[in-house]
């Protein structure tokens, strides 16, 4: 079985600071993807890392894939109120390549 | 980009009903469908995959009868969940393929509640 486990759970930290999320497993995965969920709303595609080592950079969030594939994380940088929300990352499921499996989650609070 | 609706965004029923939730994709044509159980502040479950033209296939532990799934079109899969029950309310979301793509695209969800 695939596991994605994303820690912390929670993070609740103050405006300005900076965090990271990590998302690890035991399996080797082709390719990569972070999700953001505001509440009531479907999650939201970030980004999509396919190469080891490969890192992407969209405004303060940064986000690297483990050279081995098998972990990944996200950095924000001076994080805002705006970027509350719930975070995922999500891989494509060993055998069926259209089917993502979807890590635990982490739930972020940025209080201003 | 691709633009996935989802209707209703809430609905709440009595126990025994049924109600059906509809996925569009508005833009694209999407052959493959996925259908998602969320609780609060967790992560999604895969419930069911739906292929346009051919039946469901679904997820270890959902019941097929309870969860009726329909992909009639190219744009259109609805999720039907039959005599509903109470510890049915959860939070529904489904995501649509795009043809020859491998980025799947969200719907904005459904807050069923049955009382």
Same mark, same amino acid.
């Given at each position: 079985?695939?596991?994605?486990?994303?820690?912390? *759970?929670?993070?609740? %930290?103050?405006?300005?600071?900076?965090?990271?999320?990590?998302?690890?497993?035991?399996?080797?995965?082709?390719?990569?993807?972070?999700?953001?969920?505001?509440?009531?709303?479907?999650?939201?595609?970030?980004?999509?890392?396919?190469?080891?080592?490969?890192?992407?950079?969209? +405004?303060?969030?940064?986000?690297?894939?483990?050279?081995? /594939? +098998?972990?990944?994380?996200?950095? %924000?940088?001076?994080?805002?109120?705006?970027?509350?929300?719930?975070?995922?990352?999500?891989?494509?499921? /060993?055998?069926?390549? /259209? *089917?993502?499996t979807f890590g635990s989650g982490t739930q972020l609070t940025?209080?201003? | 980009g691709a633009v996935v609706s989802q209707h209703p965004s809430? !609905?709440?029923?009595?126990? =025994?009903?049924? !109600?059906?939730?509809?996925c569009r994709s508005l833009d694209f044509q999407a052959t493959?469908?996925?259908?998602?159980?969320?609780?609060?502040?967790?992560?999604?479950?895969?419930?069911?995959?739906?292929?346009?033209?051919?039946?469901?296939?679904?997820?270890? =532990? !959902?019941?097929?009868?309870?969860?009726?799934?329909?992909?009639?079109?190219?744009?259109?899969?609805?999720?039907?969940?039959?005599?509903?029950?109470?510890?049915?309310?959860?939070?529904?979301?489904?995501?649509?393929?795009? !043809? =020859?793509?491998?980025?799947?695209?969200? =719907?904005?969800?459904?807050?069923?509640?049955?009382?």
């Open positions: 079985t695939q596991l994605l486990e994303q820690s912390p *759970q929670f993070l609740s %930290i103050q405006e300005g600071e900076n965090l990271t999320v990590y998302c690890n497993s035991s399996s080797v995965f082709s390719s990569l993807q972070w999700y953001r969920q505001e509440p009531g709303e479907g999650p939201v595609l970030l980004v999509t890392v396919v190469t080891g080592g490969e890192v992407k950079k969209l +405004k303060r969030l940064t986000f690297q894939f483990g050279d081995a /594939r +098998k972990d990944s994380s996200l950095h %924000i940088t001076a994080a805002q109120p705006g970027d509350t929300g719930l975070y995922l990352c999500a891989a494509p499921r /060993r055998g069926s390549a /259209r *089917q993502l940025v209080l201003p | 809430r !609905v709440i029923c009595k126990s =025994g009903t049924s !109600v059906k939730i509809e493959t469908m996925f259908w998602y159980r969320q609780f609060p502040k967790k992560s999604l479950m895969l419930m069911a995959t739906s292929n346009e033209g051919s039946k469901a296939t679904y997820e270890q =532990g !959902v019941e097929k009868d309870k969860f009726l799934i329909n992909h009639a079109s190219l744009t259109l899969s609805t999720l039907t969940v039959t005599s509903a029950h109470p510890e049915d309310s959860s939070f529904y979301i489904c995501s649509a393929l795009r !043809v =020859g793509r491998t980025e799947a695209f969200f =719907g904005q969800g459904t807050r069923l509640t049955v009382v």
